[in-house]
């Protein structure tokens, strides 16, 4: 019973960080850019996405997301994925642009796991799990008090259906509620 009471209490002061009622719900649109000379042009996507704050510096970010990847990479020549992932944003302190302008700078990285489908050069299609990881820095710009927009520039792994990078702007709008 001590340990649970010890604990109980521990909790209560790291509790009181946390934004109550910050939530949101989004959608984004990205293209990414890989390498030309290995042959993978494109990624383009879009997502859906909650938001929650659990600390003023901390925010985790659970979506779905849908990925066209074109160009020719090895014998492939387009590929679609669905899949689920999460991302961590941790906040760097605003930077306040006059009295009204608060832009918030972040890091992020997340992984995600999806299933994905490809068409090679003869049109066959083959099928298999897909699995990603992002790492990249972003900026928050409230542009109503319900409204939040977010750039991010991040760089993409993907593994399977072929291991390439790429780089890419994304841009988010957040209902906050």
């Known amino acids: ?9 521990l909790i209560i002061p790291l509790y009181g960080f946390a934004q109550k009622g910050i939530q949101g719900v989004g959608a984004n649109i990205g293209r990414s850019f890989g390498d ?3 042959g993978s042009d494109y990624v383009e996507y879009i997502s859906l996405m ?4 659990l600390t003023d510096k901390l925010r985790i970010e659970p979506y779905f997301r ?9 014998s492939l020549e387009y590929i679609r994925i669905n899949d689920a992932g999460g991302d961590l944003h941790f906040f ?8 009204t302008i608060h832009l918030t700078p972040y890091v ?9 489908s490809a068409t ?6 083959k099928y298999g799990d897909s699995f990603s990881v992002k790492i990249g820095a972003g900026i928050n710009y409230r542009i109503t008090y319900r409204f939040l927009l977010q750039a991010e520039l991040h760089l993409d792994y993907y593994g399977k259906p072929y291991s390439r990078l ?10 906050i509620f």
């Not at 019973?1 to 209490?9: A, E, T």
């Not at 909650?50 to 704050?53: A, D, L, P, R, T």
């Not at 760097?92 to 009295?99: F, H, K, Q, R, Y």
Request: no cysteine; glycine share 16%; aromatic share 14%.
């Open 1 to 9: 019973m001590k340990r649970f009471l010890v604990g109980f209490l």
């Open 36 to 38: 030309r000379a290995s």
């Open 50 to 53: 909650y938001q929650y704050n």
């Open 66 to 74: 849908h990925t066209n990847m074109g160009g020719t990479t090895g």
């Open 92 to 99: 760097i302190n605003d930077l306040p642009l006059g009295e």
């Open 108 to 116: 992020v990285g997340g992984v995600a796991y999806g299933f994905y």
């Open 120 to 125: 090679d050069d003869n049109r066959h299609r």
């Open 166 to 175: 790429f780089l890419g702007p994304e841009l988010n709008l957040v209902h």
